[in-house]
DNA sequence: GCCTCTCCCATTGACGCCCATATGGTCCCA
DNA sequence: TGGGACCATATGGGCGTCAATGGGAGAGGC
């Protein structure tokens, strides 16, 4: 339907329900589907307030960027707090919907609403004001606020 | 209409229809066609609250800045955060019509009408009163609001 | 046994694909 | 040169399909 782009694109924004469910966008759930991913790996973004999701080798590029600093730097350090103590593994329902957990809520500060931003070879979970201030920020030259 | 067009150049308004669909203006559309493009890559713009509409290259060209730094920086995060995060990929319709999305509304304040503006390499979408606003500005040598 | 998560089915509203109409312009020919 | 056929563009709308969302009920863990 958005064509032969294997990369995820755009960002758009869904309801928490009930049962504490978002559905993925249709979009990036077909950019799953021909990257042949069905774990989800979980992570916290380094500089923003958001949770990163793509398939496995999500992870392997963190570890190797993980690698390739100083490893007794204080930088180091904190991505491997980050990559190792704060990912976690999901997957989606058959409608294509996962669970907001408190991990999810805790970094993120999301409580009713997810905006999926889209990273090219990743996707992003965010609160959609922060979002919507990040890129604000960004288009600025700044950062916006950083997590914790 | 023979060999000459080449380029975006000129503007239009064109109105929404009840379906939240509008005509892109047969001159762009000779552009695309002349172009071979079919995937419409729309990103929202970094300066003025318009959308820029391009072919593939359009993201090619800011995926090879972001390529040119460290893929771990803040920086390289901070041009993702607006290139991919701020961009999507579409198509016309039958008719060379497209839907104005959430996405497009959002960012540009457009409602009932859609201004059409060609930038040669790529056309842009524009709120009609922003448009002559900003083009009144340009005038004067300012560059009249930013985005929101 | 209670709470949580998963699998399944239902609803509704949005979008894609298709065909129809109006309007204005161009070209041809008498 | 004036009339009229013809065409392209912009616009309207029907309808089927699919996405987003809601909710029931069973399986399994604490």
Redesign the interface.
């Known amino acids: 339907m958005?064509?032969?782009?294997g990369?995820?694109?755009?960002?758009?924004t869904n309801r928490i329900d009930a049962k504490g469910r978002v559905s993925v966008p249709a979009s990036f759930r077909a950019v799953l589907l021909e990257s042949g991913i069905q774990e989800l790996y979980c992570l916290q973004?380094?500089?923003?307030p958001a949770i990163s999701v793509g398939g496995p080798d999500l992870l392997d590029r963190y570890e190797k960027?993980i690698a390739s600093v100083d490893p007794f730097s204080p930088e180091a350090n904190r991505m491997s707090l980050l990559v190792h103590g704060g990912g976690v593994f999901m997957r989606l329902d058959a409608e294509g919907r996962l669970m907001v957990t408190d991990f999810i809520r805790d970094f993120t500060g999301i409580s009713s609403e997810v905006t999926f931003?889209?990273?090219?070879d990743h996707f992003?979970l965010w609160r959609p004001q922060a979002?919507h201030e990040?890129?604000?920020a960004?288009?600025e030259g700044r950062?916006g606020s950083r997590p914790v």
């Open positions: 958005f064509g032969v782009v990369r995820f694109l755009s960002n758009a973004d380094f500089i923003y960027q931003v889209g990273r090219s992003q979002f990040a890129q604000a960004a288009r950062f």
